[in-house]
């Protein structure tokens, strides 16, 4: 009798029936009222109790889970009922979703006709990387009666794992391939010449570069030919994600760490649909997660695998580790983005001689983060002396970041200084830029 369960309707009810008793204490001839009031109370009872409980798989429901969570997304959740009752029924359904979202309020409520299907859905958001627990999908069913409930319990014990974010790659391959994002407005990457990697020599159309007229190949055809380019392929991309103690710093859900992973799904997706080879490797007081630069079908696969357990550690991150090993394992020119958090001057000036070495034979660009709670404290109109006393802190930190920008600058270092949220649209559209240039 685990499944029974006794609705708010049958104890008022009962307690219909005791007020009942109560009166007839006054007015006797109540009495034989309360007692059938009772007795009816107790058929009815019966009745419907054998009604939910005289078929065996009378309600049939499922879970559609994905294949795995993307991490930051908004993930989809599919449910299936299936009514076979000789009537219509109301269901309540208590999902036992992970512990990791903290829903404690979770409940659906449908009316389900007999022999119909009712098909719903809900959204898990989840912050973490890792394995998620689902327990029972619980289903709890009332006739029309409505005195007593039977649970139905399906699917126990559901493992799922949530990945680094993988939902929009469809969506920022779309934008890669216009060469455009939008990010307060449309930003449009211009094409500053073509790279020397040749493919074919075409006739000559209205639009066409005129400095790429091919005159040997003019003179054989009797009419104008060019020269026709193609952006240079199989370059080598490395991302590097600091996963030192600054990268734990969180904002909305997600750490920094979390930003960077996902900027390197996306990141990898697109180099790998230009045709260049994407590689990666974590590191803080060593390096690690290493994946060799690729361009293989399984490439993003391995990427993600990778990055699937990566978590912040509260060490310093030792850049003279990170200078040996690129100079070690990297041979050849490489694009590298490294994923790191310099909130002071200071800071980088004592990971500077390792950011120029690896300058030296690298083009490196280094990929920090906007605070945007400083940015509301900046934009905030100060109301007493705390608030003028924040403002000008944050002014000041805002401040060394641009000073921060202006020394990677000195030493030919590019830079990326977003908003976390912004981080996946600002690395492609760097990552285009580069290509477009033609610079490495």
């Known amino acids: 009798m685990k499944n029974l369960y006794l609705n708010n309707r049958i104890f008022f ?55 795995k969570l993307s991490n930051g997304d908004r993930n989809s959740v599919k449910v299936d009922v299936k009514n076979n009752y000789p009537f219509q029924i109301k269901i309540k359904v208590i999902d036992e979703i992970p512990f990791q979202f903290q829903k404690r309020d979770f409940l659906i409520e449908r009316t389900v006709e007999t022999q119909k299907n009712v098909f719903f859905e809900y959204i898990l958001e989840p912050k973490e990387r890792g394995e998620y627990s689902f327990g ?194 990297i041979g050849q020119r490489s694009l590298i983005l490294l994923f790191t958090n310099f909130e002071t001057l200071d800071a980088v000036n004592r990971q500077m001689k390792y950011l120029r070495g690896i300058a030296r034979n690298h083009l490196l660009v280094i990929v920090f983060f906007q605070n945007s709670e400083l940015q509301n404290l900046i934009h905030k109109n100060p109301e007493n002396m705390q608030e003028v006393y924040d403002e000008i802190i944050a002014e000041k930190l805002e401040f060394e970041k641009k000073l921060i920008i202006q020394e990677l600058r000195k030493y030919g270092i590019y830079t990326i200084y977003t908003l976390p949220e912004n981080l996946n649209i600002e690395v492609i559209n760097k990552y285009l830029e580069i290509k477009a240039r033609g610079i490495l």
Request: no cysteine.
């Open 13 to 67: 009810l009962l307690f219909g029936a005791g007020f009942t008793y109560v009166l007839a204490f006054f007015v006797p001839v109540l009495m034989w009222a309360a007692h059938g009031f009772l007795i009816l109370i107790f058929i009815a009872t019966i009745i419907d109790f054998l009604l939910l409980f005289n078929q065996k798989d009378a309600v049939l429901a499922q879970r559609i889970l994905p294949e």
């Open 136 to 329: 029972n999908l619980n289903v709890f069913v009332k006739s029309p009666a409505g005195l007593v409930s039977r649970r139905f319990t399906f699917q126990k014990d559901a493992l799922l794992p949530s990945y680094p974010s993988f939902i929009h790659l469809r969506k920022y391959e779309l934008m890669a391939l216009q060469n455009e994002f939008l990010l307060g407005g449309l930003k449009k990457i211009r094409k500053l010449g073509h790279t020397m990697e040749f493919e074919q020599i075409k006739e000559y159309v209205p639009g066409d570069d005129v400095r790429t007229i091919n005159w040997k190949a003019t003179s054989k055809r009797n009419q104008l030919m060019v020269n026709q380019f193609q952006d240079e392929k199989s370059q080598r991309i490395f991302m590097l994600i600091d996963k030192g103690r600054t990268m734990q710093m969180p904002f909305n859900g997600l750490s920094l760490l979390d930003y960077s992973i996902n900027a390197t799904m996306a990141l990898s997706h697109i180099i790998l649909k230009k045709s260049d080879r994407a590689g990666m490797m974590t590191f803080s007081k060593k390096t690690e997660n290493k994946v060799a630069a690729d361009n293989k079908s399984g490439q993003l696969k391995k990427i993600s695998e990778a990055l699937y357990n990566v978590q912040t550690n509260f060490y310093e991150s030792d850049f003279s580790r990170l200078y040996q090993d690129i100079k070690f394992s």
